[in-house]
C-alpha cells in the first residue's frame, strides 16, 4: 500500500536558519505529492505540490522537488520565520483518475521557529 | 468565499451519546472526505464521497457512518460516541477526475469524550 514517512519533530530553528523537513514515500507508480500546513487551531492548508518526476513545487519561500529515484520530497526554506511555526504535512495521492483523489498523510513535523 | 465550513468547531459528549459533524462546501467540488486527527498519527481517512450519492469506507470507519445529502453537504454521525473517538474531525473537498488537485480543508471541529 502507499505510505509517507516523515522526520520527527519537533524542529527548533532559529529565525533566518535554513529547514530541511525529509519525506519519503512508498507508492506505485507516479503519484502527486504534496506539503500542507497547519497552523494552530487551523486546519490544513495546501503549501505546495508537484505532480510528476523532476517537478519542483514553490510558495511562500517553500521548495519541494519530486525525486522519483529516491522517492523523496524534501521541504526546504531559505530563510525561515518565526511565522512558520506550525506543523508541516507531507501526503501523496495515487494516480488513479475517475474517482475521488483519496490522501495518505505522514506524521506531521512540527517546527518551532525562535527569534 | 467560505471554502469548507464545519460545525460545531468543538463539543463535549458522553460516553454513549450521538451526534452529527456537520460539513458544507461552496466550491461546486464533487469529492468530499472526513479524515480524524490524533496525536503522532496524522490524519486518517474516515470515509469519502467521490460524488454526490456515493460513499466509500476509509482507513478507519468502525463506529461511524456518513451521509452525502447533496453536492454540498457531507455529514459525520457518531452513533454512540466512545472515549477513543476523542480526536479533532476534519472535512475536505476535492475536485474529481484531475490528477494532482489538492483538497481543501475545514478549520475543524474538536471533539471530546467523557
Known amino acids: 500500500g502507499n505510505s509517507v514517512t516523515q522526520m520527527e519533530g519537533p524542529v527548533t530553528l532559529s529565525e533566518e536558519a535554513f529547514l530541511t523537513i525529509n519525506c519519503t514515500y512508498t507508492?506505485?507508480?507516479?503519484?502527486?505529492l504534496f506539503w500542507y500546513v497547519q497552523y494552530p487551531g487551523e486546519g490544513l492548508q495546501l503549501l505546495l505540490k508537484?505532480?510528476?518526476?523532476?517537478d519542483k513545487g514553490s510558495n511562500k519561500g517553500f521548495e519541494a522537488t519530486y525525486r522519483k529515484e529516491t522517492t523523496s520530497f524534501h521541504l526546504e526554506k531559505g530563510s525561515v520565520q518565526v511565522s512558520d511555526s506550525a506543523v508541516y504535512f507531507c501526503?501523496?495521492?495515487?494516480?488513479?483518475?475517475?474517482?475521488?483523489?483519496?490522501?495518505?498523510f505522514g506524521t506531521g513535523t512540527r517546527l518551532q521557529v525562535t527569534l | 468565499n467560505a471554502g469548507v465550513t464545519q460545525t460545531p468547531k468543538f463539543q463535549v459528549l458522553k460516553t454513549g451519546q450521538s451526534m452529527t459533524l456537520q460539513c458544507a462546501q461552496d466550491?461546486?467540488?464533487?469529492?468530499m472526505y472526513w479524515y480524524r486527527q490524533d496525536p503522532g498519527m496524522g490524519l486518517r481517512l474516515i470515509y469519502y464521497s467521490a460524488s454526490e450519492g456515493t460513499t466509500d469506507k476509509g482507513e478507519v470507519p468502525n463506529g461511524y457512518n456518513v451521509s452525502r445529502l447533496n453536492k454540498r453537504e457531507f455529514s459525520l454521525r457518531l452513533e454512540s460516541a466512545a472515549p477513543s473517538q476523542t480526536s479533532v474531525y476534519f472535512c475536505?473537498?476535492?475536485?474529481?477526475?484531475?490528477?494532482?488537485?489538492?483538497?481543501?480543508f475545514g478549520d475543524g471541529t474538536r471533539l471530546s469524550i467523557l
Open positions: 507508492a506505485t507508480g507516479y503519484p502527486s
Open positions: 508537484a505532480t510528476k518526476a523532476d
Open positions: 475536505a473537498s476535492s475536485p474529481f477526475q484531475r490528477r494532482g488537485q489538492p483538497q481543501h
Open positions: 466550491m461546486n467540488h464533487n469529492s
Open positions: 501526503a501523496l495521492s495515487p494516480l488513479i483518475t475517475g474517482t475521488a483523489s483519496k490522501l495518505t
